[in-house]
């Protein structure tokens, strides 16, 4: 089960890897879960549901979030940072709770190890440019702008 599946990228690698799972998908973003229908195809399972609040009733053998609910930043040295799209810790222990819920009894619950969140600006090959901007804001927190030109 792939939490916060998003337009499904991942997910994409995943099965072509792996033919033989049951993949599931979660996501509580309408518009990312169509990029996902459109790029998986209908037989794969897309939920519209938020982490907090599913319930699927079933269980699966793992779950995993690369960049969707929840992540670990590498900030180097040694150093990692768990980092959430959930801003309440009172929510992160809900989404927890709950995702084991989800979980058959040896069942894991997978992290992605993803770069910090940092300014940077791209071409895209139509021409346009991608850049994103990182705000810093107090108790750890920021603010990341996504801006196409
Ligand atoms: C950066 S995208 C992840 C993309 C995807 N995992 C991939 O690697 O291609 C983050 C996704 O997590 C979803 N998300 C964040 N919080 C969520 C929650 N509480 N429940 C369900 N989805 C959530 C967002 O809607 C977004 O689509």
């Known amino acids: 089960m792939e939490l916060g599946v998003g337009t499904g990228l991942v997910a994409e ?3 072509k890897k792996l033919p033989e799972i049951d993949f599931l998908g979660i996501d509580f973003t309408e518009s990312m ?3 996902a229908r459109q790029r ?5 399972a897309l939920h519209h549901e938020n982490v907090l609040t599913m319930d699927l009733e079933r269980k699966f053998d793992a779950a995993f ?3 969707g609910v929840w992540n670990f930043l ?12 959930l801003v309440k810790v009172q929510n992160i222990i809900k989404s927890f709770h709950n995702v084991a819920n989800h979980l058959n009894d040896a069942g894991k619950l997978i992290f ?6 940092k300014d940077y600006e791209q071409t895209l090959s139509n021409g346009i440019t ?3 901007k990182i705000f810093p804001m107090p ?3 920021f603010e990341k702008h996504y801006i196409f030109s």
């Open 139 to 141: 108790h750890d927190k």
């Open 13 to 15: 690698k995943l099965i």
């Open 65 to 67: 979030s690369n960049g």
């Open 112 to 117: 992605s190890v993803q770069g910090v969140h």
């Open 74 to 85: 590498d900030k180097g040295e040694t150093e990692y940072t768990f980092f959430s799209h």
């Open 33 to 35: 879960l169509l990029k």
């Open 130 to 132: 991608y850049s994103q």
């Open 40 to 44: 998986l195809g209908k037989n794969v």
